[in-house]
């Protein structure tokens, strides 16, 4: 009796003993701690498709699309969003007791900081996962679909959001849309009506689209006015997407701290974080940008228009105009004769001098057929076509050694020299002689018709070395064909013309580093 109360009491005294160390420690927790790491989803998509069309009469099939491409045109400009119950991609719950040094990487959060920024009254996209990046797309080549298998066809695209819906023509001047939203966050389904006139059904929905906004947004968003002083048509970006040029009102802005730059050609490019809370205005004034390089141009007709870039600097002759410095494009135009591209880098403090000459011509059909020279092909053209009678004369080449190689494998089997040394001691001088010649006469055939296959083809390799050969020569020929095409394709003027380094203060450059874009003849000559 004492032992069972002895044992009773210690193992009372152990269990008392493991409470106050803690489960932690017990098991060693605090050597291998994790903390809690939660990444969420950044970006959603909008699938638009054509509505349906309700109508007996298909002559009205023509507004499917055109009610697709209306509605896409007023939500594409919807960029951020905003989502209270934002969806988490991976969450790795923490245990144990962290040190406290394992830092969370960009994009991850845990429960206390994402208690913080709930209770905040004013935060920003790039601390707060509640904002996203909402994508639309336009999904022209979907059939109109039904409203049981809209899920079906917008997943396949990859589609959180899925707007679609029809039309019906209710008399000779009404027309009424019914519009389905439904979210893939929890199969949710959102119903829109309008009536529109049928002769103005396109501008009349801008109602309909206002309220897709609301729904879409989430929250309540603010109106902000966006100017720049004296100097209209200035780009606007929040948070590194375009919303249009100054002046600007925008009545969709999420309330948040956001990064707003300001950007226009030949002049310096701001940004600046500012509070779009409650509404308001906001104003920055651009200043131009230095030219602390010179640049003289001359031409042959004078009288020629230059611009840099995307300004103009008069009329040649140009002497020691101040221009910005760095790389930049240089066009030189004039009536009847042949836009002059030309790559151009300015630099601090020196003048750069261009003595150029004019063709005489069309600039459109210039550049549209640079390089044409038979019959409608280029020298890159021909510079392709050598390559592929390069692998022509390749496949002859192998041809041709499979074919030697068959014949010589075809003699071995007729041809043993242990036969020969055996028949020797058996058979007849005679016998022997006439085995032997046969042999003979069987290689001095086989090397006389593989040896025609091998001067065909001709060899190379580590340890045959390169012996010459009609398509060794062949493959050769064309692939200095090839090179002497493509070289004569990279004249100085296709090179001007083909891209342009631009400057660093570009919208759409990035920091530190260089960008190609397309050139003026791209875009302007259709080229």
């Not at 009545?251 to 050609?265: A, C, Q, S």
């Not at 032997?436 to 065909?456: F, H, M, P, V, W």
Request: proline letters at 3%; charged letters at 25%; one cysteine or more.
């Amino acid at each position: 009796m004492i032992r069972a109360l002895a044992l009773i009491l210690i193992l009372a005294i152990l269990s008392i003993s493991l409470s106050a160390q803690g489960i932690d420690d017990y098991y060693r927790f605090p050597e291998a701690g994790l903390r809690e790491r939660i990444t969420f989803e950044t970006e959603r998509k909008l699938c638009i498709f054509s509505l349906k069309n309700q109508n007996a009469d298909p002559s009205l099939d023509y507004l499917s699309k055109g009610y697709g491409n209306v509605l896409y045109s007023g939500l594409k400009g919807l960029f951020q969003i905003f989502d209270p119950d934002v969806i988490p991609k991976s969450v790795q719950h923490g245990f144990g007791k962290p040190s406290g040094n394992e830092r969370l990487r960009k994009g991850e959060w845990d429960s206390d900081i994402l208690e913080k920024i709930k209770n905040v009254k004013e935060t920003s996209p790039e601390r707060d996962p509640r904002f996203l990046t909402l994508k639309t797309e336009l999904m022209v080549d979907e059939i109109p679909p039904e409203d049981s298998t809209l899920f079906l066809s917008g997943n396949r695209k990859g589609c959180f959001y899925h707007l679609a819906g029809s039309y019906e023509k209710k008399s000779e001047f009404q027309m009424e849309l019914k519009l389905i939203l439904r979210s893939s966050k929890d199969a949710s389904k959102k119903e829109f009506k309008a009536k529109t006139s049928v002769r103005r059904s396109y501008q009349e929905l801008e109602g309909i689209i206002s309220e897709i906004k609301k729904e879409l947004l989430g929250t309540k968003t603010v109106s902000f006015f966006f100017k720049s002083g004296n100097t209209d048509g200035v780009l606007v970006f929040l948070d590194g997407q375009f919303l249009g040029k100054t002046p600007l009102q925008r009545e969709d802005l999420l309330p948040g701290n956001h990064m707003i730059r300001y950007y226009m050609d030949g002049f310096t490019s701001q940004e600046k974080r500012a509070s779009v809370q409650d509404g308001g205005t906001f104003e920055m004034i651009l200043s131009k940008t230095p030219r602390d390089g010179f640049l003289s141009v001359s031409s042959d007709p004078e009288g020629a228009n230059v611009y840099l870039g995307s300004e103009f600097l008069g009329k040649t002759p140009l002497a020691k105009i101040s221009v910005k410095t760095g790389y930049n494009r240089l066009r030189v135009s004039m009536e009847g004769r042949i836009d002059l591209l030309k790559g151009v880098e300015i630099r601090k403090g020196e003048e750069t001098k261009l003595d150029l000459s004019l063709k005489e011509g069309d600039s459109v059909t210039y550049y549209k057929n640079k390089q044409k020279v038979f019959l409608d092909h280029s020298y890159n053209d021909f510079s392709i076509y050598s390559l592929y009678g390069t692998l022509l004369f390749y496949a002859g080449y192998y041809y041709f050694n499979l074919k030697a190689n068959d014949l010589y494998d075809r003699a071995r089997s007729q041809v043993s020299f242990t036969r020969l040394v055996l028949a020797a001691n058996v058979v007849s001088q005679d016998e022997f002689a006439a085995m032997y010649l046969y042999e003979e006469r069987i290689i001095r055939e086989t090397n006389s018709d593989a040896g025609k296959y091998q001067k065909l083809a001709g060899n190379f390799g580590r340890h045959q070395g390169v012996t010459g050969g009609v398509m060794i020569y062949g493959m050769a020929a064309m692939l200095i064909l090839s090179a002497t095409f493509f070289f004569l394709g990279l004249d100085a003027e296709t090179l001007d013309v083909g891209i342009v380094p631009t400057r660093l203060n570009h919208p759409y450059a990035i920091p530190g580093q260089t960008m190609e874009l397309d050139s003026f003849a791209k875009f302007n000559l259709k080229f």
